[in-house]
């Protein structure tokens, strides 16, 4: 079963003489053509196109409300958008956030912006009412924004995150219990940061492994405080990544396992120095620099543990999609 939205009459094809559009499923596709999507954490969003679209208005009329959205003096549109908002109780610093999608910039108009400027172009726009924006109003109103995009897009939210999460699991699997009888690993005590990352939408993989970073930076301080005079010994282990990992080739891995009596000083040292200290944020900087996660997932990931946002450069505000 599929959503169907009405589209303007610029937008329809050949085989959409009654302005009606039958979105099919599209396997694996977190963008579909029409520009629906969904976010690495799950949320379904519209790009600039598919808001446009779906008010049947022209693009750079919601282009337009995200260059608008901060003005001092605010445009008549834009404080019925944000009463809408407020009504629903949302309260909204941008009218978009800002994702990569195959080396794209896309803006992302979440649900609560999305719905609102609708249902402006459905209700209150006067004169520029638009009999699209009511009819997909409805839509969405009678199905959901949430249940709808997933639809449109071929999205399944449980299978999608069981897939996300199954490098990390795999992991455990392998060697979440590897370490001696009186010592610790890296990668057991610090999966809660794993774990929050993941809930950001990013996910362990080949290339995101957070407890490389964590155990290089540990190590370091391990050395630079000669902890070992207060702990004890450290230990090499057996550490094997799943098969379908790279770093597989070279298994098993031998990292350092550190006695379980300094246990307490590495939470206190992760809490302090990894996480509030900047390494953390340095780690997200780096992976955002080499393009393996995205600003808003960085972001969120560091206002998970109540840090600053990471500076980005701005992009153009016009329309990618």
Known sequence: MVSVFRLPASLQTDNDQQGWLDLSDLDGVRIDPFGMGVLN?????????????????????????SSQWSEPLPKPRINKIRDILARDGHELPTAHVQVRANNRVIYAYREEISLAVIEYYAFDA?????????????????????DAIYESVGYTPEQGLTEKWRAFHDRISLVYHSAPDGFFSIFKESAEVTVTLGQSGIYSSENIVPDISIGKCWGQFWRDHDLEKIYGHRLEYKHYYPDYFPQSVSNPQTPWCYPESSLGEF?????EDYI???????????????????????????????????LTKAANPADHI
Request: aromatic content about 10%; overall charge positive; hydrophobic content about 35%.
């Open 41 to 65: 954490d799950g949320t379904p969003f519209l790009t600039q196109r598919g808001l446009a679209a779906l008010c049947g208005v022209k693009n750079a009329h919601i282009g337009t409300i």
């Open 126 to 146: 006067g004169q520029f009412c638009q009999p699209e924006a009511r009819d997909n109003f409805r839509v969405l109103a009678k199905k959901g924004f949430r």
């Open 276 to 310: 509030r200290g900047g390494k953390f944020r340095n780690y997200l900087g780096g992976q955002l620099q080499k393009k393996q996660i995205d600003a808003p997932a960085a972001q969120q990931a560091l206002a998970a543990y109540k840090l600053p946002p990471l």
């Open 267 to 271: 939470k206190r040292w992760l809490r």
